[in-house]
C-alpha cells in the first residue's frame, strides 16, 4: 500500500488554496472517463473543496454535483461558497470553473452529527462476504475503472451483446486499487462507480452522460475509519428510462451491514 | 373547482419579474407548516422562478433545494443564474433570500426531451384504484395538508401512542384541494407531501425540518396534462435514522402506471 499522500485518489483531489473559498485543481489522466474524468472524482473535488476551506465545520452530509458540460483535461478552479451556518448544518455552494465557463455546479450539506435514536429501515442484502467472490478482470477501455477493485455478486459488466434484461440490478463488493483507508471523499467517488443501468437493460453500449448526482452520507467519520480498507457492498438500479433520461439508484454499504451512503442520479442517454 | 389563476396553489408560487433573473414573492398563509410555509411549496416557488424567465428552455428535469434556514412569514426574492445551456439541457441556480439572508440554495436542471427507447424498471405497486380508498380526515393541526385530499392506502398518519413500527412505508392517492391539472410544479410540491417517516418509525411526535430534497421529473409536459386533475399515488420510505438525520424516499406514479417523478432527502430529527 503507498503512503497515503502518494495515492493516485489524494492526487487527483489534490487542491490548492487561492483565497477565500478558491481552489486550483487539475484532472488526472489515471481518472480519465469515455470524455474527460470520471464523475465520481469530479464529485470529490468539489467536496473537498469545503473539506479544505477553514470555515467549513460537521462532516458531509449531502452532496449534489450538477455537470453542466464536460470538464476538459487540464485545469480548474473550485469556488467554495459558505452560505449559512445553523447549530447543526453549514450549506455551501460551489462552482467548477474551467476556461470556457462553469463545468459544474454543486451544493453541499455539512452537518453536526449526534448520539440520537438510530434505526435501519431495511437490512444489507444477503451477500457472500468479499473474500469468498473472485476480483473482476478489467474490461472497459477506461482509466477510471482500473482505480477499484471489483468483486461483482450480481449484476457484472454487462457483455452488451443486444440481449435486453428485464432489470439492471448489481451488487459488488468494491475497494479503492490500492487499498486506501475509506473517508467522505473517497466515499463520495465510490458511489457514483456503477456503470450505467442502461448498458445492462438494452444489452449494448449507449452514449451516456450523468447530468445531476446527489449522494447522502450517512456514516459518521468514525464509521468510515471503522471500515479502513476492506470492500464496501454497492448495489445499483435504475428507474424509468425515457425521453433520453433515466434515474439510477445506489446504496454502499459497509461489511459490518451499515449504510454509509446512498446515491441518486439522472443520467442522459442518446436514442 | 376554482379558475386556474385563483387556486390557492398558483397563489402560493406567483412570482412578480424585478429584473434579471430575480423575482418578489411571499408566502401564503394556507401553506403554513409548524415553522414557515411547508417546505413543497418552497421547492415549487423556487422552481417557478426559471420557468417563469424568458431565458429558460425545456422542461423540468431535476431540482435540489437546501433549507438553509426557516423561510419568515412574509416577502421573498427568488435570484435564478442561468449557468449553462446545452443542446439537451439547461442548468440554473437559484437563492431564496429573506432580510437577515439566505434561507434556501437549490439548482434545476432543465432538458428537452427526445423520443427515444424507454422502460420501467419497476412497475407502479398494485393498489386498488383512488375511488375505492377512502379520503382521509384532516388528522394535523396544521394548513397546507389541508391543500391535499389523501386517500390512504397503508401508512396512514401514525398514531403517536409511542409504539415503535419496523418500517415506514406509505401509499397513498393525492391530488390538490381543491383539484388542479397536474404541471411541473405541482408535482414538486406533491413529490414532498409524505410525513417524516420518523413519526411512524417511532410512533410519536419528533421535532424534525428537511435539509435537502432532490426531485427527479420522469415525465414529459405532455403527461402531466394527461394526468389532469385525478389523483396520483404516492410512495414514501426511509432509509436509515442515525446520528440526528435520516433519509427518506418517494415516488410518485400516475393513474396510468407511469413513474411521473421521485424524490430524495435528508432530513433533521432531534433527540
Redesign the interface.
Known amino acids: 500500500m503507498p503512503a497515503h499522500d502518494s495515492h493516485p485518489f489524494d492526487a487527483a483531489v489534490a487542491l490548492d488554496a487561492a483565497g477565500d473559498g478558491v481552489f486550483r485543481g487539475r484532472t488526472h489522466p489515471l481518472w480519465s472517463n469515455m470524455v474527460g474524468p470520471f464523475g465520481g472524482i469530479t464529485a470529490a473535488v468539489m467536496l473537498a473543496a469545503p473539506c479544505r476551506d477553514p470555515r467549513r465545520i460537521g462532516e458531509p452530509?449531502?452532496l449534489?454535483v450538477?455537470y453542466?458540460?464536460p470538464v476538459a483535461d487540464g485545469e480548474f478552479t473550485v469556488e467554495a461558497t459558505p452560505?449559512?451556518t445553523?447549530r447543526?448544518?453549514q450549506?455551501w455552494?460551489m462552482?467548477l470553473r474551467q476556461r470556457d465557463?462553469?463545468?459544474a455546479?454543486a451544493?453541499a450539506?455539512f452537518?453536526v452529527?449526534?448520539?440520537?435514536?438510530?434505526?435501519?429501515?431495511?437490512p444489507m442484502p444477503a451477500v457472500p462476504a468479499a473474500d469468498e467472490v473472485p476480483p473482476t478482470l478489467r474490461r472497459a477501455p477506461l482509466a477510471w475503472p482500473e482505480r477499484y477493485e471489483f468483486r461483482f455478486v450480481a449484476g457484472p459488466w454487462p457483455e452488451l451483446s443486444g440481449t435486453e434484461a428485464g432489470?439492471?440490478l448489481t451488487r459488488v463488493w468494491v475497494r479503492d486499487e490500492p487499498p486506501r483507508p475509506l473517508d467522505a471523499l473517497s466515499l463520495a467517488a465510490i458511489a457514483d462507480v456503477f456503470y450505467p443501468?442502461i448498458f445492462r437493460?438494452?444489452g449494448r453500449f449507449?452514449p451516456i452522460g450523468t447530468?445531476?448526482i446527489?449522494t447522502?452520507f450517512?456514516?459518521?467519520a468514525a464509521e468510515l475509519a471503522a471500515q479502513g480498507v476492506r470492500p464496501v457492498l454497492g448495489c445499483a438500479?435504475?428507474?424509468?428510462?425515457?425521453?433520453?433520461?433515466f434515474?439510477q439508484n445506489a446504496e454502499v454499504w459497509g461489511d459490518a451491514g451499515?449504510?454509509l451512503a446512498?446515491s441518486?442520479q439522472?443520467v442522459?442517454?442518446?436514442?
Do not use: C, M, P
Open positions: 452530509l449531502a449534489t450538477n453542466a458540460a452560505v449559512r445553523t447543526t448544518t450549506h455552494t462552482l465557463g462553469v463545468a455546479t451544493s450539506v452537518a452529527r449526534r448520539d440520537t435514536w438510530a434505526a435501519h429501515e431495511l432489470e439492471s443501468r437493460r438494452r449507449t447530468v445531476s446527489t447522502y450517512h456514516a459518521a438500479q435504475g428507474r424509468r428510462y425515457a425521453g433520453g433520461f434515474e451499515v449504510l446512498s441518486h439522472i442522459y442517454f442518446k436514442e
